[in-house]
């Protein structure tokens, strides 16, 4: 078992920033790949950005790849979301998942869930 635990979210105005983290316990040497979703009401939950714990290679949505920064600290077992210049459209919880395969978009690939954060952004 793997547990997954965000933290971070939060209100901020349109054109901040939030730096979301996720904190792994339990048998975490057995996942390759850690990512974030979000999910606005309403919506399904999307792929944000994902990157695997060995060699720190990283997938991106479209929608992130300027704005946000994945990141993993090994020792820390922890993955972190660096989100800058922040859209009202990001507002959403946002999630941190854990999957046994390489990077993907899809959320039926990553077995663990945490129970989520919510990000608020404000016009």
């Known amino acids: 078992q793997v547990q997954l635990v965000e933290s971070g979210g939060g209100l901020v105005q349109a054109g901040g920033s939030l730096r979301l983290s996720c904190a792994a316990s339990?048998?975490?040497?057995?996942?390759?790949?850690m990512g974030w979703f979000r999910q606005a009401p309403g919506k399904e939950r999307e792929f944000v950005a994902a990157?695997?714990?060995?060699?720190?290679?990283?997938l991106y949505a479209d929608s992130a790849k300027v704005r946000f920064t994945i990141s993993r600290d090994n020792a820390k077992n922890t993955v972190d979301l660096q989100m800058n210049s922040l859209k009202p459209e990001d507002t959403a919880v946002y999630y941190c998942?854990?999957?046994?395969?390489?990077?993907?978009?899809?959320?039926?690939?990553?077995?663990?869930w945490g129970q989520g954060t919510q990000v608020t952004v404000s016009s």
């Open positions: 998942a854990a999957s046994f395969y390489s990077p993907t978009r899809l959320p039926n690939d990553y077995k663990y």
């Open positions: 339990g048998r975490t040497f057995s996942m390759y790949t």
């Open positions: 990157i695997t714990w060995s060699t720190g290679i990283t």
